[in-house]
């Protein structure tokens, strides 16, 4: 019988994920670490693996790609199996994805006890996936290790309390866990991509709201261009994004607008500490350019990181028409720049995993 099984399965829980498992690998507690086959391309899964150091799966259950329910749906089906052949006694999920939701509800319907890392998170948009994800994951789970205090707001409001433990975000202990690798890496990262620090805009976007609609992509694509006559533009493709962008006429692809693959962990968050400035429909690249102190531009109607809306260090814009200005404003606005910087972040102190490893410990120890 395994102490705890973990699910991972697309890029961003393999970040949350990965101090959680390290700090359990420290301690005498049986892990079984079960990877759902979400994510499978090398630059979207392996390189996270390898950057932060994350035991190889005993598990593989290679789902891959498909409509929410076929996605969901196999990895429950998949993941049932694994559950019964390892007996955990908890059951352990990260963020948001359908990986999250499908391991959360397979557990529970099997009466083991789900942990939820990064609970109480909410956009308050059904429009997107994850907040169902959120929503369903949450109320399915016995133990929500919460990143923040909006967090723990969120969960008192649905009635959660008594299972809610304030632990702080485990991405902050990734980040310091990178940080003397990123800072040996940076200077040959730009001299690579041919960029002079705060001298760029760095882009990636891969939410359905804003790259499935073909005509809002060019529109983006527009604005980014037009952006690109003042600033380097260098726009880090999602896989999702890539296919649809290849639909476009004229697109941009020369040293002023660059187009470059998804990169790993560590070179995503060198390029955003050099970037002037950031544009990103990514929920936790939002956090991450408020703990750099990099002004970050989101391309959405809302955020489940309300924090990092504070002093302006973040900015919800959800019409295209309006990024280019914008960019162009904040990228050169060295008073926000200053004012951004001594900002100091409610994202908790970096020691969350081994908040989060005591209290599962103290769990099984009830479970014996
Ligand atoms: C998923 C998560 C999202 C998260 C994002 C991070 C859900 C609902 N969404 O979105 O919350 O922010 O991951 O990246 O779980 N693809 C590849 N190679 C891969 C993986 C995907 O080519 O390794 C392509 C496929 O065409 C696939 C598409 O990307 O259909 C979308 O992948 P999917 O996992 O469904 O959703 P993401 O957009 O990546």
Redo the contacts with the bound molecule.
Sequence with gaps: MADLMIVVG???QFIKAAPVMKEISSRNIDLTVVHSG????P???AVFFRELQIPKPSVNLRT???S?AK?TATIMQRLEGSILAHSPKIVVVA??????LAAAIAAAKLNVPVAHIEAGLRSHDLSM??EI?RRLTDHCSVLLFAPTKTAIYNLRNEGLQLRTYLTGDTMVDSLRMVMPALRSREAGLLKHFELQAREYVLVTL???SNVDDLDRLREIHNALKHVAKRLRVLFLV???T??RLRRIKGLAHNREFTLAP?QGYIENLALMKNASCILTD???MQKESFILHVPCITLRANTEWPETLQGGANRLINRPGRISREILRVAVNEDLRTRITSLKHPFGDGRASSRIVRLLESSLQHLK
């Design positions: 697309a890029r961003p979400q994510h499978y391309d630059e979207m899964s891959g790609s498909g929410h996605q963020g948001d994805t359908n990986t999250t996936p994850e994800n891969h939410r359905p999602h896989p999702r890539r296919g998804p990514s929920g936790g």
